[in-house]
């Protein structure tokens, strides 16, 4: 790779003073823009991803293209930059010229929740989900204000097979504020852990591969910042809609002090509240005063598919929403009994 590298002729990353002065840019709070111009670091970032020579990348939001680079270095085969912000055209137009000979690299100026990575891949080949990875590669330092939506979005999309899991178990190496990282990997009985600990380890290898010092980007950002990696399971703890695990999550921790009992009654209409909860404990055999934190993956496996036979048997329940307006709750009941 080191010696690949070397053939490479990048035009130097703008400084921060070309960036204000070319292009009169100041960085956009709401953009999240806090930018990296260290190139250890964005190389270090692309390493985390694995090997991506001749494979398919999308980097999300590449702003001056600090991590861009680091990932032309490496020859992917396509690149696909995805930038809410058009004022990087003139900057990004210049890395596609340079690497235009072994990388075909496309610019999209927008939003990449918009963005249809199946289309946007076409052509890259299929692997079957029991393989190795697909050669599909996210990688991207996220504006943190879309991280963690984003992250549930991708997580569905996993489960379902969709989007750029069409391709088969493709990775995600994506930075997130440090606690973020931090609760995406706890661990059973983890201070950290919460409902998007447990879904990404549900659909995902998850792996906190480093920390980035707040210190390190232009602007400094009041946090640390994680690099993780998400490679999809071959199999998935759990075969089941990911509304429901979401749902069930949602409910479990929303008392998170409280013993699970307490979260897990709020999957059901006050009216049969004690007598379905108790149920469902039975069926998934836990101990109703433990308390969210202390319940493995194996263990909420058993809670989601006790909700699922609860679903099966009172069909109302799927739509319920302790949330919801009361006359939902009357139309549950109604079902229930
Ligand atoms: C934290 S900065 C990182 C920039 C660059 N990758 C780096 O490391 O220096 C986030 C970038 O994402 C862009 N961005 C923000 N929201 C976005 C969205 N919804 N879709 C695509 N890009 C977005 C911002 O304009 C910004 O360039």
Known sequence: MASSAKLIRLPPLPTIRDLVKLYRLRAIR????????????????????????????????????????????RRPHKLLVVEKDP????????????????????IEIGDIRNSDLET?????????????????HLIGNLPFSVSTNLIIRYLQSVSEKTSAWSFGRSSMTLTFQKEVGERMVASIKDKQRCRLSVICQMWCDVQYKFTI???????????DVAVVTLVPLKYPMVKLPFKLVEKVLRNVFNMRQKYCVRGIERLFPEENRTELASKLLK???????????????????????????????????????????KSLVVKNVAQLS
């Open 30 to 73: 709401q953009l999240s823009q806090n930018f990296l111009m260290d190139e250890r670091i964005t190389d270090r970032i692309v390493k985390a991803a694995g090997n991506i020579t001749n494979h398919y990348v999308c980097e999300i939001g590449p702003g001056p293209g600090g991590i861009t680079r680091s990932i032309i270095k």
């Open 87 to 106: 004022r990087f055209i003139p900057t990004l137009e210049l890395l596609k010229e340079c690497c235009k000979d072994y990388t075909e690299m496309k």
């Open 120 to 136: 946007s891949f076409k052509g890259a080949p299929k692997h079957d989900w029991l393989d190795a990875p697909s050669p599909v």
């Open 213 to 223: 010092p707040g210190r390190a980007f232009v602007p400094k950002p009041d946090v």
């Open 283 to 325: 069926l998934a055999d836990l101990d109703p005063t433990i308390r969210p934190f202390q319940i493995s993956n194996q263990e909420f496996v058993r809670i989601f598919y006790a909700y699922q036979v609860l679903c099966e048997e009172h069909p109302g329940l799927v739509d319920y929403d302790s949330r919801g307006p």
